[in-house]
């Protein structure tokens, strides 16, 4: 598919272009740069950048829309919707997603990672009540003016109304004769006795809340009909505060936007933001949204944004690409875009919606005018639409010309492919792959011609070569067909079952076929075992680093016992380690849902806090689960998220006591093996290799294969550098994925030996940035600068990492290329803006090129 992401070609370039702006802006503009960051960015696919640019968005956010969407993004991206017994306006009790909070304008830089003040114990504000009886008394005493409304009079003060607005003064007490009158006759203006009651009451306490949210709807009206600014503001604040859910925006949020209740809007659309993606399926909510007039009426309450769009027309994207609700919402982002980048955006985004749903013309036109807006990405758009439309030609001549005029990159020659023939085509995706091994597309093709020529083996090995270091879906897809073509059941059924981990509702053969569907007939090939000989199997699978094959054995276990929460968290485990973070967090949702107690519960909303940048609220979770019951997960998390940070020796000490306290308590092997592994780790740190070497020792009696690697770690520590080599080569045998096995023997062996090690890694896993950096380190030292860089660039490419960005830097300073070493630096900080080592680098080149030029 074209990807519906910004794809700048030069990315480095374009993050360093970022980060100056966000060095220089006002600080009203550094919001949207930072969401023009999360746009680009997300063709990248990591949670954590993506979320750094969310919080800092919402940071800098300072009015109350801005806030508003920007606090549900983050909810939505932590999958919170799935969380059973969390509504969507509770509070995650932090600043920066608290729903009250969206509603104060401003921000507090300082104080913007606090606890908000729902963390806060909420006074007692019962001795603030005024009785209606002395309201009342008030109202007698001072009434020196009547407003007449049928057959009642109501007293009113007249120096206290004129002061609502500038037309009741002018009326009152201006040249009007309604200044010269004592009674007012109000009969002809719609308005009924209770609301002018309410009017002389708000005039005298300026308080709304002492009434029925009917009449403080009336009220509302009121004032904006009579441009009484303060009553509106005042019933605008206490109106939201009655908006909880979907049933109250949809009775409230029509009188916020007739009368343009900005405070009252704000709240409707912070419930409907937060109930997403489920109201996205609500016609009645999607009438709020998706016409121009809708969002012609959003704008007049100060609402309509790009910002609002961007986030519905994502949601719409994820939930169905091709619905007439996504269309309409792209086309509503267009509309409200106004920078270069947000047009580009909107339109590259409404030709990838075109695209699949087969309206060529309408695509074409689309990716055009994205093109035009300087988006050169968008070319490939009109290339795949021309050659859907049977210009194969023209395609391959645009493909051509776009490779001849940039430096290019693996998606281009990707895309020549489609339109190249015979071995040509097979050539340009073999150099798609070595530009870029990340692109699924010429493994797929590989295998299938492979497939064709019942090299099904074959086959199978190219396929392998992508889903070894980069889990998805379609590719697991295709290789368990070629399992089922050479009838080897077990492995198709494995990969199915892996497929579905990450993707359930996943559907097979062209949409044409369900998983599970797929899985009944297989069942019938295969013998099916036990639970018992499941976790016997996971065992084995777990302590082989068979990571899909474990997640294919606990789906099948879920199928048994769909409700074991234990499961759901052995699922995220692995797929975490897998780099596949929102099938993670999604799976650890499902297991806090599952737990069975609350101390288990607990646990698991720790891991959650954890994994989204919360530490502290992690730490506080495990501590009160240990209170309620010592457990292995709670010493265990709390043992690994005080080590996920620079540890003094008393603190490290206090690990250790953590992890010893776990691996007491009753846990399976699996889990015990990991602790043992951990504890290994912290004794190393400590200088205490004798008990070091006997948890990893340990860790292996219960089959935990990556001890291994700690225990070569010791050996080369006691100046054993064969035996932490043969220990590794034991990893190696035994581990199915062992991309990082051969990346950590490098280090103990000579240079010629390392060099083969690191290759395997690179070819094993190219997303492993050690073994570029070794390799360019050791070209630097040989005084092969354009080697050493170009190998790094090689990598940067594709994978624009913290840590090679900053080395290749560090290469362009010491060859006085500032210019290079300083967009590197500003590139690596638009990743991670608080990174000492980079920010040093960059202070130092940034000085060395003001010397140079003066």
């Keep these: 598919t074209i990807e519906p992401h910004l794809k700048p070609i030069q990315l480095v370039e374009t993050l360093a272009d970022l980060y100056r702006r966000l060095g220089t802006c006002l600080e009203s503009e550094k919001s949207l740069i930072c969401i023009e960051q999360y746009s680009i960015l997300s063709s990248l696919g990591d949670p954590k950048l993506l979320r750094r640019c969310l919080r800092a968005a919402r940071q800098h956010a300072f009015d109350v829309h801005s806030k508003v969407v920007l606090s549900a993004l983050l909810r939505y991206e932590r999958r919170e919707d799935e969380h059973d017994g969390v509504s969507p306006m509770d509070c995650s009790s932090f600043i920066l997603e608290c729903p009250k909070a969206t509603l104060e304008s401003g921000c507090d830089l300082n104080s913007i990672y606090d606890h908000c003040k729902c963390y806060q114990e909420c006074t007692n504000s019962a001795d603030a009540q005024i009785s209606k009886e002395d309201e009342l008394l008030t109202l007698e005493e001072d009434s020196d003016i009547s407003f007449c409304v049928g057959n009642e009079e109501i007293d009113c003060v007249r120096s206290k109304i004129a002061a609502l607005s500038t037309p009741f003064k002018a009326m009152l007490c201006g040249s009007f004769i309604e200044s010269k009158r004592s009674k007012i006759d109000f009969s002809q203006n719609g308005i009924s006795v209770e609301l002018m009651k309410a009017v002389d009451l708000y005039s005298r306490t300026k308080r709304v809340d002492m009434f029925s949210p009917k009449i403080v709807l009336e009220l509302l009206s009121f004032a904006e009909r009579f441009c009484c600014e303060e009553m509106k503001s005042a019933c605008d604040i206490h109106l939201a505060t009655f908006v909880n859910c979907m049933e109250d925006v949809l009775v409230l949020i029509e009188y916020g936007l007739e009368d343009r209740a900005n405070v009252l809007v704000a709240s409707c659309l912070q419930v409907l933001l937060r109930e997403l993606p489920s109201s996205l399926h609500s016609p009645k909510v999607m009438r709020i949204f998706c016409s121009s007039e809708a969002r012609e009426r959003l704008a007049s309450a100060g609402h309509a944004s790009f910002l609002l769009y961007y986030f519905l027309s994502q949601v719409a994207m994820e939930e169905d690409k091709v619905s007439n609700t996504t269309v309409m919402l792209l086309e509503r982002l267009k509309e409200c875009a106004t920078l270069k980048w947000q047009k580009a955006l909107a339109l590259h985004q409404l030709g990838c919606v075109w695209l699949e749903r087969l309206e060529y013309k309408s695509a074409q036109c689309y990716f055009e005018a994205a093109t035009e807006a300087g988006h050169v990405y968008s070319l490939a758009g009109i290339a795949r639409s021309r050659y859907k439309q049977g210009e194969q030609h023209s395609a391959y001549k645009l493909m051509n010309t776009l490779i001849s005029e940039y430096k290019a990159v693996g998606w281009m020659y990707q895309e020549r492919s489609l339109y190249n023939t015979g071995e040509n085509k097979i050539a340009d995706l073999n150099t798609a792959t070595e530009l870029d091994p990340t692109l699924s597309f010429p493994y797929k093709y590989r295998a299938v011609s492979k497939a064709e020529k019942k090299q099904t083996k074959d086959a199978i090995s190219e396929i392998d070569r992508i889903i070894q270091f980069k889990l998805a879906p379609d590719c697991l897809e295709l290789r368990a067909w070629f399992f089922i073509a050479i009838e080897d059941y077990g492995s198709a059924l494995r990969d199915i079952r892996a497929m579905l981990t990450l993707e359930p509702s996943y559907k097979m053969f062209n949409v044409r076929l369900s998983g599970d569907d797929l899985i009944d007939l297989l069942n019938h090939k295969v013998q099916q075992g036990s639970q018992a000989d499941c976790w016997l199997q996971l065992c084995d699978q777990w302590s082989s680093n068979d990571d899909i094959g474990s997640l294919a054995i606990i789906h099948q276990m879920l199928v048994n016992d769909p409700w074991k929460s234990l499961l759901r968290f052995r699922q995220s485990l692995l797929l975490l380690r897998l780099n596949c973070k929102k099938a ?12 069975s107690s609350e101390h288990e519960k607990l646990i698991y909303e720790g891991w959650i806090l954890y994994d989204t940048g919360h530490r502290e609220e992690a730490l506080a979770k495990a501590e009160k689960s240990i209170l309620i019951q010592r457990s292995f997960e709670a010493f265990f998390l709390k043992a690994y998220t005080l080590s996920d940070s620079n540890l003094d020796p008393e603190s490290s000490s206090y690990v250790i006591e953590l992890l010893e306290e776990a691996i007491r308590c009753p846990s399976d092997g699996l889990r015990k093996g990991q602790a ?84 395997m890694a690179t070819e094993l896993d190219p997303l492993r940035t ?13 005084q092969k600068e354009t080697e050493a860089i170009e190998e790094l660039s090689k990598a940067i490419a594709f994978k624009p990492d913290l840590q090679m960005l900053h080395l290749r830097a560090a290469f362009y300073e010491s060859i006085g290329n500032l210019n290079s070493a300083l967009c590197d630096c500003e590139a690596a900080l638009s990743l991670e803006p608080d990174h000492i080592d980079t920010l040093d680098l960059y202070n130092r080149a940034r000085d060395q090129a003001i010397h140079a030029q003066q």
């Design 584 to 595: 993670a967090m999604r799976c650890l949702q499902l297991a806090c849902n599952l737990s």
């Design 770 to 782: 050690y073994p570029y950096s070794y390799r360019a380190a050791v070209l630097m030292d040989d």
């Design 676 to 759: 043992l592994n951990n504890l290994g780790s912290k004794y190393v740190d400590s200088g205490k290799l004798d008990q070091a070497a006997n948890c990893y020792m340990n860790a292996l009696d219960i089959k935990h294969t990556k001890a291994h690697q700690g225990l070569a770690r010791v050996y080369s520590l006691r100046n054993q550098q064969k035996a932490a080599y043969a220990e590794l080569s034991k990893l190696i045998e035994k581990a199915h994925n062992n991309a990082s096995a051969y990346e950590n023997r490098s280090e103990y062996c000579d240079s010629e030996m390392a060099k083969n090690d690191l290759n």
